[in-house]
């Protein structure tokens, strides 16, 4: 079975920085596309950025474009989310999600697109 886990999440004040690692195992991230996403108590899940292993396309959130940077270090096979300056608002559940298929049908800010799904880390910015 395949299994992705989320590592790096914590407390940190705002203006500060978060390194979030995702890893997998059962499978590489070979031919992948992943995302991660959030979600904040009574809010629904939100994209937040992707990245296209073979290809090295990266997409953002435009709440998090310029402060956020997904990157891939097939020698690991992990995916990883830098976070700074980062602000109250951040505050979430992060979560790891992989598209086997390397392709989007629709879009990648699409949960949809996403069969494989980590449990998340907790990522809490105070002010």
């Known amino acids: 079975q395949v299994q992705l886990v989320e590592s790096g999440g914590g407390l940190v004040q705002a203006g500060g920085s978060l390194r979030l690692s995702c890893a997998a195992s059962?499978?590489?991230?070979?031919?992948?596309?992943v995302g991660w996403f959030r979600q904040a108590p009574g809010k629904e899940r939100e994209f937040v950025a992707a990245?296209?292993?073979?290809?090295?396309?990266?997409y953002y959130a435009d709440s998090v474009k310029g402060r956020f940077t997904i990157s891939r270090d097939n020698a690991k096979n992990t995916v990883a989310l830098q976070m700074n300056s980062l602000k109250p608002e951040d505050t979430a559940v992060y979560y790891c999600?992989?598209?086997?298929?390397?392709?989007?049908?629709?879009?990648?800010?699409?949960?949809?697109?996403?069969?494989?799904w980590g449990q998340g880390t907790q990522v809490t910015v105070s002010s």
């Open positions: 990245i296209k292993w073979s290809a090295l396309s990266t």
């Open positions: 059962g499978r590489t991230f070979s031919t992948d596309a």
């Open positions: 999600a992989a598209n086997p298929r390397g392709a989007y049908r629709s879009h990648y800010s699409l949960g949809a697109e996403y069969d494989y």
